[in-house]
Structure formats: structure tokens, C-alpha cells
């Protein structure tokens, strides 16, 4: 879209040139940001694991009673967390996998705050062998954007 606002606008490689040099800090902030978000993207599509967005893990875990698993931190688990939520926070995942053993059967939806920390563990826990392995697209944010309800400690 910008590409194409600067050649429609008549702005030529040139005065993308002369800005990109004026700006270069800005520059540099933009490329490596869409590069972090292209090696997140492309991480996420090779783990396996599937997205879902607040209405679709809603519905997993009316439908098929869902797992929430919150990789927060115990403070942030306890001022809010989805509905049910089990609190295990990245650093110990490894160590309570076990205690997951339980929940096997049932598909697992693995969260934190923004969605950037929780594919790195559900495709922990997906390795695991938990086949049903989803994380929460926006983590809880995009869950309290969506105006679900929350729970507290």
C-alpha cells in the first residue's frame, strides 16, 4: 500500500531515497519490526499450531471443553485470566507438563498477553504430544478487545 501511494502520488524512488535517508533511525525501526514479524509468522507456520481467534476458542471450549493454559506470570494469572484458566507459566511449562497429562484428550489453548510468548509453548506443549494444541491469536488482549469476560484471583 505504501508502494503504491508513492508511485500513484507521483513521489519517485529518489524522494523515497532522500527520506529513507533524513529518517534512517525511523527506518531501521520499520524494517526491523516487519522483519520480526515475518520470522514470528514464519515460526508459528512451521511449529503447526493453529490460531484461533476469542470467538473460535469460546466455542472450543463450550463445544469440547477446552483447556485454557496461561504461560503469564502468577501475578499477572492473578489479576485476570480467562474463564477456568490453569496458570503455568512459561519458565516452568516444561517442569508441569506432566501435571497436564490429565487434559490430553481435550484440545488446549494456550495464552499470554499479546499472543507473541504463547507459540514458542503451545508448540512445547504440542511436542509434548498434546495432538489439540491452539494458541489464543492476541492473547488475552485481543480476548478483553472482544469483550469476553475475565477472572480473578
Given at each position: 500500500?505504501?508502494?503504491r501511494?508513492?508511485?500513484?502520488?507521483?513521489?519517485?524512488?529518489?524522494?523515497?531515497?532522500?527520506f529513507?535517508g533524513?529518517?534512517?533511525?525511523?527506518?531501521?525501526?520499520?524494517?526491523?519490526?516487519v522483519?520480526?514479524?515475518?520470522?514470528?509468522?514464519?515460526r508459528?507456520?512451521?511449529?503447526?499450531i493453529?490460531?484461533?481467534?476469542p470467538?473460535a476458542?469460546t466455542?472450543l471450549?463450550?463445544?469440547?471443553n477446552?483447556?485454557?493454559?496461561?504461560?503469564?506470570?502468577e501475578a499477572?494469572?492473578?489479576?485476570?485470566h480467562?474463564?477456568?484458566?490453569i496458570?503455568?507459566?512459561?519458565?516452568?511449562?516444561?517442569?508441569r507438563l506432566?501435571?497436564?497429562?490429565?487434559?490430553?484428550d481435550r484440545?488446549?489453548?494456550?495464552y499470554c498477553?499479546t499472543?507473541?510468548?504463547?507459540?514458542?509453548?503451545?508448540?512445547q506443549?504440542?511436542q509434548?504430544?498434546?495432538?489439540?494444541?491452539?494458541?489464543?491469536r492476541g492473547?488475552?488482549?485481543?480476548?478483553?478487545?472482544?469483550?469476553?469476560?475475565v477472572?480473578s484471583?
Amino acid at each position: 500500500m505504501v508502494v503504491r501511494f508513492i508511485f500513484d502520488y507521483g513521489v519517485g524512488m529518489e524522494r523515497l531515497a532522500e527520506f529513507i535517508g533524513n529518517h534512517w533511525l525511523l527506518s531501521a525501526a520499520t524494517a526491523a519490526v516487519v522483519i520480526a514479524l515475518l520470522v514470528l509468522e514464519i515460526r508459528r507456520l512451521r511449529s503447526g499450531i493453529t490460531s484461533l481467534e476469542p470467538g473460535a476458542a469460546t466455542q472450543l471450549y463450550n463445544r469440547e471443553n477446552a483447556v485454557f493454559l496461561d504461560i503469564r506470570s502468577e501475578a499477572e494469572f492473578r489479576k485476570q485470566h480467562l474463564p477456568g484458566a490453569i496458570s503455568t507459566p512459561a519458565d516452568t511449562l516444561a517442569a508441569r507438563l506432566q501435571k497436564l497429562e490429565r487434559f490430553r484428550d481435550r484440545p488446549i489453548v494456550v495464552y499470554c498477553d499479546t499472543g507473541l510468548r504463547s507459540s514458542k509453548a503451545a508448540a512445547q506443549v504440542k511436542q509434548a504430544g498434546f495432538e489439540r494444541t491452539y494458541e489464543l491469536r492476541g492473547g488475552i488482549n485481543a480476548w478483553l478487545n472482544a469483550g469476553y469476560p475475565v477472572e480473578s484471583k
